[in-house]
């Protein structure tokens, strides 16, 4: 079964990886009878903030520190994985994804992708290796793999700059995922639909990691 490379930006839906999202592909990846590696940036976080209130703090937090949470302390450097040691990507949502592994929360259409990134995104398409994005973590995938098929949930403006790029857009349910079959890329809405709960999120998850076990399986 596949081996995955699951890359994380914190922890925390306000300023990192959306916490129920990236459980959720872990656990489905194990269901499965998949393994997997975490890794995320050894950088600064966007911004930091207070999951209480919503507001903004000051002082400063590291992604691959603050990753390290939801991994168990089972994570590396995103600068470490190299394509040829996986058979698959994936990436969970949660602001981080929008704010350390893009800058799509604070320049939209004109974002730039992490290097680090984009050289596994387009690493993993060249090898003919599956990728899986959660949330908002498929405008990463739309942005660089021009013409790509992916869902973010319903209509708004991170759909809108998919298609300013190249790239489709599906609306689809919660519970659904959208699979690219050509580009062998498969994204589920997630958190996007903010009324969503935990179980429902799971299961739009859930088949998303199925597909991406199937293509996988393909070669």
Same mark, same amino acid.
């Given at each position: 079964?596949?081996?995955?490379?699951?890359? $994380?930006?914190?922890?925390?839906?306000?300023d990192?990886?959306?916490?129920?999202?990236?459980?959720?592909? @872990?656990?489905?990846?194990?269901? @499965?009878?998949?393994?997997?590696?975490?890794?995320?940036?050894?950088? !600064?976080?966007?911004?930091?903030?207070?999951?209480?209130?919503?507001?903004?703090?000051?002082?400063?937090?590291?992604? $691959?520190?603050?990753?390290?949470?939801? !991994?168990?302390?089972?994570?590396?450097?995103?600068?470490?994985?190299?394509?040829?040691?996986?058979?698959? $990507?994936? @990436? =969970?949502?949660?602001?981080?994804?929008?704010?350390?592994?893009?800058?799509?929360?604070?320049?939209g259409? *004109?974002?730039?992708?992490?290097a680090?990134?984009?050289?596994?995104?387009r690493?993993?398409?060249?090898?003919?290796?599956?990728?899986? $994005?959660a949330?908002?973590?498929?405008?990463?995938a739309?942005?660089?793999l021009?013409?790509?098929?992916?869902?973010?949930?319903?209509?708004?403006? !991170? =759909?809108?700059?998919?298609?300013?790029?190249?790239?489709?857009?599906?609306?689809?349910?919660?519970?659904?995922?959208?699979?690219?079959?050509?580009?062998?890329?498969?994204?589920?809405?997630?958190?996007?639909?903010?009324?969503a709960?935990?179980?429902?999120?799971?299961?739009?998850?859930? *088949?998303?990691?199925?597909?991406?076990?199937?293509?996988? !399986?393909?070669?």
């Open positions: 079964m596949p081996t995955c490379a699951i890359i $994380l930006s914190g922890c925390g839906r306000g990192g990886s959306e916490i129920h999202e990236s459980v959720s592909i @872990l656990q489905h990846v194990c269901r @499965l009878g998949g393994t997997y590696r975490c890794f995320a940036p050894d950088k !600064a976080q966007q911004d930091v903030i207070n999951h209480l209130t919503g507001e903004a703090e000051g002082g400063s937090r590291n992604c $691959l520190v603050e990753s390290a949470r939801i !991994a168990r302390g089972e994570i590396s450097p995103i600068a470490s994985c190299r394509v040829e040691d996986f058979d698959a $990507l994936m @990436l =969970p949502g949660g602001f981080g994804a929008a704010k350390n592994l893009c800058t799509f929360a604070r320049d259409e *004109k974002m730039a992708v992490d680090e990134v984009d050289r596994l995104v690493g993993f398409h060249r090898a003919g290796k599956p990728i899986g $994005l949330c908002i973590a498929p405008v990463i739309a942005r660089v021009t013409g790509v098929a992916v869902t973010l949930g319903g209509e708004g403006d !991170a =759909p809108n700059a998919v298609r300013a790029w190249g790239s489709v857009h599906r609306v689809v349910g919660v519970h659904e995922c959208v699979v690219d079959e050509g580009f062998k890329v498969a994204t589920a809405p997630a958190y996007m639909y903010a009324e709960n935990a179980w429902q999120v799971s299961v739009g998850i859930g *088949k998303m990691v199925e597909q991406v076990f199937r293509l996988s !399986a393909q070669g």
